[in-house]
Structure formats: structure tokens, C-alpha cells
């Protein structure tokens, strides 16, 4: 079915541009400003199109000026002449405003339509959105909060200029896509949007509360009363009374599709971002998915996005077991077995991460892949499964207790740089409950001349912590080397803290970790070198039931194979405030097995 474009959703800012440049008829040419323009001066004529079901509805006005239009079928436009497409009976209130120097007028005129387009309801559209004729009651569609991107947000200009309205993997595009449930506590989940083909009617139902964007939050049509302000942005739950009752059209521009809803009060899906001119353009509309995405007017320059799906709707799941199984010499065996997959549901393949830091291997969907690990450990085994549904990912954890008998043991009695933030990273560093960035040198001066280095910050949290944790299988080595330096760079009097953990205990791996060392900064914004020397540092409590020690470096049960995580705290144990420092050039002992 061949729609004629009559709307487009770039109207508010193409009516800018044509009151900025102005355009056919172009109201410079009018000397003088001159009175408003009377009702009785204007007008507009009504004239069949290519079928029974357009029409071309022409300005005719005795007066210049700019004329908006109100099709009376849920579609706006501006210009001179549109094509405006009407395929069900009924009486339609066609309006026209044109705006002059002078001021304004308006004029209504009724378009009586008696022919029915029965393309519709055999159109995919059409019957995917509201179920089709049949379906009296219509399609009722709520967010997909189960898959990523249900909401998401990306810079319209390099959209456009992509050629693409919304790809999760293209970062010129979106910058950011919803995690699953991500949202889950607020209003967003639980809204109802209907579509019935009859009538063209929409009905929106929220259970009483809506999720919005904070700059739609003083909406009078909302009630304004925040009841989940989400922490560290600017989303608002607000009370919403529906159900709200509205019309909806599809309107066709350039080969796209746009939902264009029209109602007394908003109507949305599950977020809103106060939609331009209330339309959504449809990527993709089929039985089970509707995605959506439209610009805001209040934030022209982003792109929305909406994953949907029919209420009730259980996506189809395919099951399957991983397999690690250890055999002669650490030689592992990998496959994937026991798969259920639904009609019409496919695997292609399974890329292997083998959890040693080594490349992943991609085989068939039934392949058994074998891999050898060189060192003794805990290393968990992930398939990444390819399928119909997307990448399903399963792990095993396999544990080796020796090393592979070619390895040969690789450890230096030397320090070496873990992460200099500019140029070596052997190990990332991380935050918990904190921020920790790369970030220019803020003072490019001896001892420090290194062109970035890593700012960590905390607000209102004592042991938020930089951590550096060692890959699978890796530990560090005290035997031979005992010292870990950084450089760091704050306020004077501040108190930075090293230590070590073992992260086997999980959330208790804090009762492995070593006894506090602690650098105190000695001057304002100058950059020193705190050095933690481990010899005669104890560890863990008795109290545990585990084992503990007064000295980690003349323990074997401490000094190698078991601590993998340094941790680094600014002021710890101070719980108010915001605290941060800079620091570079985070070194310790040589790790055992790094070059194999």
C-alpha cells in the first residue's frame, strides 16, 4: 500500500526555518506590516488525488502568508499544498492557519470521506500493530525490558548521517542502550499500549504511575508529583491518571513508516521523551516486535529508541548444556550438547573465550574444541552460542591443579608496571562504588611527566576502592619481590591505602585481605611516591575459621598462589563528603606465568 507523504516529522523545524528564511509566498516581499489577517480572507480548496482515498488540499488564501494545516485524520503539515490520504469513511475537520505580519486567521472545512480502503487490513502494518480486523478489542503492546536497547538514546546528526535511526553496535550512532530491567522499580514496565484498527483508536494504560524524562516532568497533563527520582539522572516517576483514550494514523515520508498518536493528554511507550509532533517512525513492526524510535522536542538533538512487544508474549528460548572437560595434561575438551530449539529457531555456530587470556577459537554449532592451559587454576570456560535469538552465552568453571608439563615457570626479582595510564597496561584498574578515570596529568612536572594518569573520586562511601585484579590463573608472587609503588597527587594530609585480596571468597574476599598500609599525602597537588612494603604485614582473622598469618611474605599459604586483586582506597573509613586524588604508575612484584 502506497501512502503519499503528507506529514513529516521534521514539521516544527521546517515551519522554523520557513518563518527564519521564509518561503513561497515570502512574506519580505510585503512592504508593511498591516492589519491581522480576517477569517474571510481566507481559504482553501479540497480536490481529489491519484485515488478515491487522497486528496490535495490547496491554499487559496486572498492574503500572504504561511500556512500549518490540521488534516483532522491525526497528521499536521505545512506548505502550500499536501496530499493528505484518508482511508476510512467519515466526516474529517480540515483546518488552516496562516500566519501573517500582521497576526493570524484560521478557517475550518469539513472533508466528508465515504469509500473504504480495504488494503488495510490485509496490509502487514496495519494488522502487526492491532492485530487486524478481527481482533475487535485490538494489540496491546508493553516494553521489551528484557532485551538491551528497550529504551536508548543516540545523537540524531550522526544517525542521519549513518543512514541508520538505531544499530546498538554502531557507538557513532547510540551512546546509550537500556540493560535489561534495567529501569525495573519504576513506572516504566508495567504501561499498556493498544492499537485497534477500528476507528484508529490508541488507548494508553499505566497502572497509575509513568515514567518520564525530567524535562517532560512539569507536564500539567502529568500531576507533577515525583515518587522515584532515580539517583544520578533525570528520569522521573510521576502520578498519570489513565487509561487515556487517543487516535493514531500511519503516515508515510519517504519510504518510512511514523506512528503520528494524537490525544487530549500524552501517550506513549513506557518512557516519555516528549516525542516531536507526538510520531514514532517504525523500524520494524511484526507479530511479536514493534521497534520505534522518534526525535524530542525538547532535546532536538536526540534520537529515541523502543523495543516492544505484544502483553503476554513469552519469547521462544532455546536450552543447551557447556561442557569443560579436563583431560591428559590440561588439555581441555569444549562443546556444547543437549540443545532444545523451537521450530523455526536456529544455531549457527559458538565462539569459545577459554577464560586464559588467550584468543578466542570459533567452531560449529555440534564441534568439540580442545584447549590447553598452560598453568594450574580456576578458569571459567564461556560460550558465546550464535543463534536466531542472538548470542546466548553459557560458562563452566574448570579447575586444573597442575601446571601443563611443558610450562615452565617465569618470575623475575624485579618490580614492574602494571598500568601507567599513557602507555602500558598490562592489568586495567576499575572502580567500586567510585569513579575512577583516565584523565590528562594535571602537573607535567618531575616526578611525573607521563601525559595521563588515572583520577579516582568517591562521594558519601568509606571503602570505595581502584582495583586491579590479575587475570584467571594468575597470582602474585611475594617471594621474591615484596613492594608496591604509585605515584599519587591530592590534598595534603589525605590517606591513601593499599592492600591485597583474594577474590575466591566472593563477597567475604575482604576477610582475606591484608592489614592496612597507608601513604599519607605530605603536600598540596605535588606528585610523590607512596611505597607499600608487604614483609611483616599480616592477613585475615582467626575468627574466619580460615587460615591467617603476621606475615604474608614468610607465609606459603599467602605469599604466592593466592592474592589477585590490589586494592587502592583514598581516607578509608571516612564515609561523608566527596574525597579524590590522582595517581600514575601503579607497580609491584613481577607476576609469575605473565610471558608464557
Keep these: 500500500m502506497k501512502i503519499y507523504k503528507h506529514f513529516s516529522r521534521?514539521?516544527?523545524?521546517?515551519?522554523?526555518?520557513?518563518?527564519?528564511?521564509?518561503?513561497?509566498?515570502?512574506?519580505?516581499?510585503?512592504?508593511?506590516?498591516?492589519?491581522?489577517?480576517?477569517?474571510?480572507?481566507?481559504?482553501?480548496?479540497?480536490?481529489?488525488?491519484?485515488?478515491?482515498f487522497n486528496f490535495v488540499i490547496t491554499n487559496t488564501s486572498a492574503v500572504t502568508g504561511i500556512p500549518s494545516w490540521d488534516f483532522g485524520n491525526g497528521t499536521k503539515g505545512t506548505g502550500k499544498s499536501n496530499v493528505v490520504r484518508y482511508p476510512m469513511p467519515g466526516d474529517y475537520s480540515v483546518k488552516l492557519t496562516l500566519v501573517t505580519r500582521g497576526g493570524t486567521a484560521t478557517i475550518t472545512k469539513t472533508l466528508t470521506q465515504t469509500e473504504t480502503d480495504f488494503s488495510i487490513f490485509t496490509d502487514p502494518v496495519y494488522v502487526n500493530l492491532t492485530g487486524g480486523a478481527d481482533d475487535a478489542d485490538g494489540k496491546t503492546w508493553v516494553v521489551d525490558s528484557e532485551s538491551k536497547g528497550h529504551f536508548g538514546v543516540g545523537d540524531v546528526t550522526k544517525a542521519m548521517a549513518a543512514g541508520t535511526d538505531?544499530?546498538?553496535?554502531?557507538?557513532?550512532v547510540v551512546w546509550w542502550a537500556a540493560e535489561p530491567n534495567?529501569?525495573?522499580?519504576?513506572?516504566?514496565?508495567?504501561?499498556?499500549?493498544?492499537?485497534?484498527?477500528?476507528?484508529?483508536?490508541?488507548?494508553?494504560?499505566?497502572?497509575?504511575?509513568?515514567?518520564?524524562?525530567?524535562?517532560?516532568?512539569?507536564?500539567?497533563?502529568?500531576?507533577?508529583?515525583?515518587?522515584?527520582?532515580?539517583?544520578?539522572?533525570?528520569?522521573?516517576d510521576v502520578d498519570y491518571a489513565t487509561p487515556v483514550t487517543?487516535?493514531?494514523?500511519i503516515v508515510e515520508t519517504d519510504g518510512d513508516n511514523y506512528i503520528v498518536i494524537n490525544s487530549a493528554t500524552p501517550i506513549f511507550p513506557g518512557l516519555d521523551v516528549g516525542a516531536k509532533d507526538h510520531t514514532y517512525k517504525i523500524l520494524q513492526v511484526t507479530e511479536n516486535l514493534l521497534e520505534l524510535t522518534c526525535e524530542s522536542s525538547y532535546e532536538n538533538w536526540t534520537v529515541w529508541h523502543y523495543y516492544l512487544i505484544p502483553k503476554g508474549y513469552e519469547r521462544p528460548t532455546i536450552t543447551y548444556t557447556v561442557n569443560a572437560t579436563e583431560g591428559t595434561d590440561n588439555e581441555v575438551s569444549c562443546s556444547v550438547t543437549d540443545y532444545?530449539?523451537?521450530?523455526?529457531?536456529?544455531?549457527?555456530?559458538?565462539?569459545?573465550?577459554?577464560?586464559?587470556?588467550?584468543?578466542?577459537?570459533?567452531?560449529?554449532?555440534?564441534?568439540?574444541?580442545?584447549?590447553?592451559?598452560?598453568?594450574?587454576?580456576?578458569?571459567?570456560?564461556?560460550?558465546k552460542i550464535n543463534s536466531s535469538l542472538g548470542v546466548l552465552t553459557g560458562t563452566q568453571q574448570i579447575v586444573l591443579a597442575n601446571n601443563n608439563s611443558a610450562y615452565v615457570e617465569f618470575l623475575l626479582d624485579m618490580m614492574i608496571v602494571y598500568n601507567d595510564f599513557s602507555e602500558v597496561q598490562v592489568f586495567p584498574v576499575l572502580g567500586q562504588d567510585c569513579s575512577v578515570t583516565t584523565v590528562?596529568?594535571?602537573?607535567?612536572?618531575?616526578?611525573?611527566?607521563?601525559?595521563?594518569?588515572?583520577?579516582?573520586?568517591?562521594?558519601?562511601?568509606?571503602?570505595?576502592?581502584?582495583?586491579?585484579?590479575?587475570?584467571?590463573?594468575?597470582r602474585f608472587d611475594l617471594r621474591l619481590q615484596q613492594v608496591f609503588k604509585i605515584m599519587v597527587y591530592g590534598k595534603a594530609g589525605d590517606e591513601i591505602l593499599l592492600k591485597l585480596e583474594n577474590t575466591n571468597r566472593g563477597g567475604t574476599a575482604w576477610q582475606t585481605g591484608t592489614y592496612d598500609l597507608k601513604y599519607t599525602i605530605q603536600k598540596d597537588n605535588t606528585w610523590e611516591v607512596a611505597e607499600y612494603d608487604f614483609n611483616g604485614v599480616g592477613a585475615g582473622w582467626d575468627w574466619t575459621g580460615d587460615i591467617f598469618t603476621s606475615n604474608i611474605v614468610m607465609d606459603d599459604n599467602f605469599n604466592h598462589d593466592f592474592y589477585n586483586v590490589v586494592r587502592i582506597m583514598c581516607n578509608p573509613g571516612v564515609g561523608d563528603g566527596t574525597h579524590s586524588f590522582y595517581f600514575d604508575e601503579l607497580s609491584g612484584p613481577h607476576v609469575e606465568g605473565i610471558h608464557k
Design 10 to 52: 521534521l514539521a516544527g523545524v521546517l515551519a522554523l526555518l520557513l518563518i527564519i528564511t521564509a518561503c513561497e509566498p515570502q512574506l519580505a516581499d510585503k512592504p508593511d506590516i498591516g492589519a491581522a489577517p480576517t477569517a474571510d480572507q481566507l481559504d482553501f480548496t479540497i480536490a481529489p488525488g491519484s485515488d478515491a
Design 166 to 172: 538505531w544499530t546498538v553496535a554502531d557507538g557513532s
Design 182 to 236: 534495567i529501569k525495573s522499580g519504576t513506572g516504566a514496565y508495567d504501561d499498556e499500549l493498544t492499537f485497534v484498527l477500528t476507528d484508529f483508536v490508541v488507548k494508553y494504560d499505566n497502572k497509575g504511575v509513568s515514567y518520564v524524562k525530567g524535562y517532560t516532568k512539569d507536564d500539567p497533563a502529568l500531576a507533577s508529583v515525583y515518587l522515584n527520582p532515580r539517583l544520578n539522572k533525570d528520569d522521573y
Design 246 to 249: 487517543g487516535n493514531w494514523s
Design 340 to 383: 532444545s530449539i523451537p521450530d523455526g529457531q536456529s544455531v549457527t555456530g559458538i565462539t569459545w573465550d577459554f577464560g586464559d587470556g588467550s584468543d578466542e577459537v570459533t567452531g560449529g554449532k555440534d564441534e568439540v574444541v580442545n584447549h590447553v592451559y598452560m598453568r594450574k587454576g580456576t578458569y571459567t570456560v564461556t560460550a
Design 440 to 474: 590528562d596529568n594535571p602537573y607535567k612536572e618531575y616526578p611525573n611527566k607521563s601525559a595521563k594518569v588515572a583520577y579516582y573520586t568517591k562521594t558519601n562511601n568509606e571503602w570505595a576502592n581502584a582495583y586491579m585484579q590479575l587475570n584467571s590463573g594468575f
